[in-house]
Protein backbone atom coordinates (compact mmCIF):
# COMPACT_ATOMS: atom_id res chain seq x y z
CA UNK A 1 0.00 0.00 0.00
CA UNK A 2 1.51 3.23 -0.61
CA UNK A 3 0.81 6.39 1.09
CA UNK A 4 0.56 10.38 0.82
CA UNK A 5 1.06 13.47 2.29
CA UNK A 6 -2.05 15.81 3.70
CA UNK A 7 -1.35 18.73 3.84
CA UNK A 8 -3.72 21.52 5.78
CA UNK A 9 -4.13 24.87 3.48
CA UNK A 10 -6.13 27.47 3.63
CA UNK A 11 -9.21 26.50 2.04
CA UNK A 12 -9.35 22.84 3.78
CA UNK A 13 -6.98 19.84 2.90
CA UNK A 14 -4.76 18.90 0.25
CA UNK A 15 -3.04 15.40 -0.93
CA UNK A 16 0.49 15.19 -2.66
CA UNK A 17 -0.76 12.39 -4.80
CA UNK A 18 1.98 9.93 -6.40
CA UNK A 19 2.74 10.02 -10.32
CA UNK A 20 0.59 6.98 -11.11
CA UNK A 21 -2.14 8.48 -9.24
CA UNK A 22 -2.32 11.71 -10.79
CA UNK A 23 -5.61 13.13 -12.72
CA UNK A 24 -5.87 14.28 -16.30
CA UNK A 25 -9.37 16.25 -15.28
CA UNK A 26 -9.09 19.87 -13.71
CA UNK A 27 -12.00 18.76 -11.35
CA UNK A 28 -12.93 15.32 -9.25
CA UNK A 29 -15.87 14.60 -7.66
CA UNK A 30 -15.69 13.33 -4.05
CA UNK A 31 -17.77 11.44 -2.29
CA UNK A 32 -17.66 9.14 1.02
CA UNK A 33 -17.97 5.14 1.11
CA UNK A 34 -17.93 4.12 4.91
CA UNK A 35 -14.03 5.43 6.01
CA UNK A 36 -12.65 5.85 2.40
CA UNK A 37 -12.41 8.94 0.31
CA UNK A 38 -13.46 8.67 -3.81
CA UNK A 39 -11.80 10.79 -6.16
CA UNK A 40 -13.56 10.45 -9.98
CA UNK A 41 -12.20 12.75 -12.87
CA UNK A 42 -15.29 14.44 -14.26
CA UNK A 43 -15.28 14.44 -17.48
CA UNK A 44 -16.64 17.49 -19.89
CA UNK A 45 -20.25 17.14 -20.95
CA UNK A 46 -20.54 16.04 -24.35
CA UNK A 47 -23.52 17.08 -25.97
CA UNK A 48 -24.76 15.60 -29.61
CA UNK A 49 -24.65 17.86 -32.37
CA UNK A 50 -27.56 20.48 -32.73
CA UNK A 51 -28.84 19.34 -29.48
CA UNK A 52 -29.42 22.87 -28.26
CA UNK A 53 -30.21 23.95 -31.75
CA UNK A 54 -33.58 21.06 -31.36
CA UNK A 55 -34.87 22.57 -27.88
CA UNK A 56 -37.02 25.14 -28.81
CA UNK A 57 -39.70 26.34 -25.77
CA UNK A 58 -42.07 27.25 -28.07
CA UNK A 59 -42.88 23.84 -29.11
CA UNK A 60 -46.38 22.58 -27.70
CA UNK A 61 -44.44 18.86 -26.67
CA UNK A 62 -42.95 21.18 -23.68
CA UNK A 63 -45.36 21.93 -21.24
CA UNK A 64 -44.41 23.09 -17.61
CA UNK A 65 -46.09 21.45 -14.92
CA UNK A 66 -48.18 24.38 -12.71
CA UNK A 67 -45.88 25.57 -10.13
CA UNK A 68 -48.78 26.08 -7.45
CA UNK A 69 -48.92 29.55 -6.11
CA UNK A 70 -46.17 31.61 -4.93
CA UNK A 71 -45.77 32.58 -1.57
CA UNK A 72 -45.89 36.11 -0.06
CA UNK A 73 -42.51 37.92 -0.72
CA UNK A 74 -40.65 39.19 2.58
CA UNK A 75 -40.86 42.40 3.38
CA UNK A 76 -37.54 44.04 3.88
Same mark, same amino acid.
Given at each position: ?12 ? *? @? ?10 ? &????? +??? !? ?8 ? *? @? ?10 ? &????? +??? !? ?10
Amino acid at each position: MQTAEILDTAQGQ *A @VILPDEYRFAAS &TVAIR +RDG !DAVILEPLKP *A @VWPEGFFDSIHI &TDPAF +RRP !DQGSLPAAPSL
